[in-house]
């Protein structure tokens, strides 16, 4: 019995059937992520900023006097908020701001030192909790501030008559493209901030 291999001929046909098989399947693979690369990363960053958002209502849900006494919460404005919680849950109360700045939403997070204890005002623990916040560009509130009842609070409103807080998030990875943007919304009733009658 005599064995018989391919033929030099046949060897050159098969590595070009194989060669034109994967570069093919390579250029399918390509132009897959070629078209969806835009749709890819708007569904990567609206799934991150709805955790950036969890985290933001599990910290605004747990605010709590500061270790210094101070009030829950502390500043209120459109694009920033200022509270204290004890978001590492070391018995230790953090002063903790959100800040949207451009299209970033930032966390940052003051610990108090000493005794008595005295919250750092610089050198703060730095997060990005979501990135192509467009917010500010379609003029719409970051953080919303509601009074007894379920009104707006206006601007004689103090942080002390807060009693509800509403987040929105507007998230857009290019906005010259399509699909559009995607709104998030969630809202909490901080526990250390309602009034019981």
């Known amino acids: 019995m005599k064995l018989r291999g391919f033929t030099f001929v046949e060897m050159i046909v098969t590595l070009s059937i194989f060669s034109l098989l994967i570069v093919v399947l390579f250029d399918v693979i390509a132009t897959f992520y070629r078209v969806n690369a835009y749709t890819l990363a708007q569904a990567y960053e609206v799934n991150s900023a709805r955790r950036g958002l969890d985290l933001i209502m599990r910290d605004m849900r747990e605010m709590t006097y500061s270790d210094t006494g101070t009030y829950p919460l502390a500043t209120m404005g459109t694009s920033s908020i200022g509270f204290y919680s004890d978001v590492d849950r070391n018995q230790s109360v953090?002063?903790?701001?959100?800040?949207?700045?451009?299209?970033?939403?930032?966390?940052?997070?003051?610990?108090?030192?000493?005794?008595?204890?005295?919250?750092?005002?610089?050198?703060?623990?730095?997060?990005?909790?979501s990135e192509y916040v467009r917010n500010n560009t379609q003029a719409t509130s970051t953080f919303q501030y509601y009074v007894d009842g379920g009104t707006l609070a206006s601007a004689t409103d103090t942080v002390t008559d807060v009693r509800y807080i509403k987040t929105t998030m507007i998230i857009n990875v290019d906005p010259a493209r399509t699909p559009g943007e995607f709104t998030l919304r969630s809202s909490t009733a901080p526990r250390n901030l309602k009034i019981n009658f």
């Open 94 to 129: 953090e002063y903790v701001n959100y800040v949207l700045s451009g299209t970033t939403l930032y966390k940052y997070v003051y610990h108090a030192t000493g005794s008595p204890p005295v919250y750092a005002t610089t050198s703060p623990d730095t997060y990005i909790v």
